[in-house]
């Protein structure tokens, strides 16, 4: 035995039981914290599989509301609902259908499940057959203004189903101004908008296309969502879109933008929240398949790390897991 050091500070003593870890743990990480992405589609009693995203599945209204009721039961307080519409077109009209698969999927959450806070995407590239996330001009550009008058209608029809957040993820600018100015002109002044303010063009949604079947099927997303070089950018679009009245500000991809969380949380005074994208979850999913890591172990790191870095909430397809591993 050596003598012992003599040192002016020892951290370790903090971590010598779990008692003491817990008692001065800086972060916590709770169900409550969490919403669930789900997939929904026209027909019964289906649930398919989504293979690039193991344990993910796109959803039938009728089957939805059981997974709905799962999630609940675990915790986990809100869902959020993209759709896979029968049918798209290149103005993606499907978007303003009041019989369309998700205002439908809303109508049954509110029924069966109306504690359940029920956000829905607000996108075009879900119902348009190019797959763009906005209308094209004649030279195949998106045209924004165009795109923010119909996810502005669109809204008003998710909101008059039911939903208590719309989500607008195709970063037009000034649609969120031109979404809450729709939404209070129709009654629906409590309906939350959550922006997806901070939205880079990522490599990590790749599973997701392939989960929403909205590839896009010329060019890519570069000309409307942010080029993952730029950090102030993310500061002014927070900006903006807070100024048009956002009443939560989302930053997406997750993991490769925790600096981006840490920047905005001192200077954004609403609810921020962190989208930890399909890509994010399938790479741990793959190498938790292979026997690479431990899903659990990695996933809740994850989680912990981005609520670190100043996500106030975090969209996650671990959501059930997550709110069950919590309280086991
Ligand atoms: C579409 C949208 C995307 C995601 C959420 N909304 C894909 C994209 O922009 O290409 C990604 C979600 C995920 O990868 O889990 N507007």
């Given amino acids: 035995m050596s003598e012992p050091l003599w040192l002016p500070e020892r951290p370790r003593r ?24 789900l997939f929904v589609r026209t027909g ?15 959803w039938s209204a009728d089957r939805l509301v059981g997974e709905v009721s799962r999630a609940a039961a675990a915790g986990v ?47 075009l590239c879900d119902y348009t057959d190019h797959g763009h996330c906005g209308l094209l001009t004649p030279r195949g550009t998106v045209d924004n203004d165009a795109t923010a008058a119909r996810l502005a209608r669109a809204a008003v029809v ?10 607008p993820s195709d970063m037009m600018d000034g649609r969120v101004g031109a979404i809450r100015a729709a939404l209070d002109a129709s009654g629906h002044e409590q309906t939350l908008v959550l922006s997806y303010a901070v939205k880079y063009a990522s490599g990590f949604y790749a599973p ?36 048009e009245g956002a009443d939560l500000l989302m930053v997406k991809p997750a993991l490769s933008s925790l600096d981006i969380l840490a920047r905005l949380a ?13 890509g994010e979850y399938s790479q741990i999913m793959a190498a938790a398949e292979r026997g690479w890591l431990d899903e659990r172990t990695a996933a809740l790191e994850t989680l912990l790390a981005i609520r670190r870095a100043g996500a106030s909430v975090i969209l996650t397809y671990f959501a059930v897991k997550a709110a069950q591993w919590l309280s086991a």
């Avoid at 903090?14 to 008692?23: E, P, S, V």
């Avoid at 019964?44 to 796109?58: N, T």
């Fill in 77 to 123: 307080p809100a869902v959020m609902l993209f759709g896979i519409p029968a049918s798209k077109d290149a103005q993606g009209s499907g978007i303003e259908d009041t019989e369309g698969v998700v205002p439908d999927a809303v109508r049954r959450l509110k029924d069966a499940c109306p504690e359940v806070i029920v956000m829905v995407d607000l996108c």
């Fill in 208 to 243: 997701f296309r392939e989960a929403a079947e909205n590839r896009p099927q010329f060019g890519d997303r570069r000309g409307y969502q942010m080029d993952v070089a730029n950090a102030r950018e993310a500061l002014r679009e927070a900006r903006l879109d807070m100024a």
């Fill in 14 to 37: 903090l971590r010598q039981t779990a008692a003491i870890r817990q008692m001065v743990a800086e972060t916590d990480l709770r169900a409550s914290q969490l919403i669930y992405p």
């Fill in 44 to 58: 019964r009693g289906e649930a398919r599989p989504i293979a690039s995203m193991p344990g993910q599945h796109q």
């Fill in 266 to 278: 001192p200077v954004v005074d609403r609810p921020l929240a962190a989208y930890q994208v399909s």
């Fill in 158 to 167: 998710f909101a008059d189903a039911g939903a208590d957040v719309v989500a």
